[in-house]
């Protein structure tokens, strides 16, 4: 298995769309998690942390599930300038961090 | 505040070239990362610190070499430049805290092996 594993998508959807997307990882030590986006050519920007508890920030809803080793994002209500790469990151160790290879999303007028 | 910056932006070597990626922060951060990003593909770790003086070796570090010789600055150094080594390259900081800390990062070296 896969340190971190992400549907590649990509994901076409209309604007205002809700679009979810997975993340597992391997780690059951792992205690740190995070979302980044990446536009096209650009640098990792982090999107937001992942707590146990859920949490939201506008749009966005990130889920935990410690039991089952899964992550997942929630994006509602779609822009166009959501269109970018979407990455899972977990902890390994020594404030390293795993970043899964991502989920494109592409949202159309 | 500039957070992480990389020079140069873009770079063509030949093969057999040597060069220095640099890069500095502002961030006062002790960690510093270097990570490379073939197109399509995630981000592979070639090295790390958690201090100045201290470095380690991430999944990929073969023809690379760092130094750490200050906090602010972590410069990733190519010998013998292969055309494998063509990729974009990141630098990232973070500081340290309770478990893992988000990872800011330079907007990267764009490198050409030719």
């Known amino acids: 298995r896969k340190e971190v594993e992400q549907d590649p998508g990509p994901f076409n959807v209309p604007e205002g769309a809700t679009v979810a997307f997975n993340c597992t990882y391997s780690?059951?030590?792992?205690?740190?998690f995070f979302w980044y986006r990446q536009d096209c050519r650009k640098e990792p920007k982090l999107l937001m942390s992942?707590?146990?508890s859920g949490n939201e920030d506008g749009r966005f809803t990130a889920q935990l599930n410690r039991a089952s080793q899964y992550i997942s994002l929630l994006i509602r209500d779609s822009k166009l300038s959501d269109s970018a790469t979407y990455l899972c990151?977990?902890?390994?160790?020594?404030?390293?961090?795993?970043f899964g290879k991502g989920t494109k999303l592409s949202v159309k007028p | 505040n500039a957070g992480v910056t990389q020079t140069p932006k873009f770079r063509i070597l030949k093969i057999g070239q040597s060069m220095t990626l640099q890069c500095t922060q502002d961030?006062?951060?002790?960690?510093m990362y270097w990570y490379r990003q073939d197109p399509g593909m995630g981000l592979k770790l070639i090295y790390y610190?958690?201090?100045?003086?201290?470095?380690d070796k991430g999944e990929v570090p073969n023809g690379y070499n760092v130094s750490r010789s200050t906090t602010e600055d972590f410069p990733l150094r190519l010998e013998l430049a292969a055309p494998s080594q063509t990729s974009v390259y990141f630098c990232?900081?973070?500081?340290?805290?309770?478990?893992?800390?988000?990872?800011?990062f330079g907007d990267g070296t764009r490198l050409s092996i030719l």
């Open positions: 990232a900081s973070s500081s340290p805290g309770t478990g893992s800390q988000p990872q800011h």
């Open positions: 780690n059951s030590a792992s205690q740190s």
């Open positions: 992942v707590y146990s």
């Open positions: 990151v977990v902890s390994r160790s020594q404030g390293n961090l795993i």
């Open positions: 961030m006062n951060h002790n960690y």
């Open positions: 610190s958690v201090g100045a003086g201290i470095t």
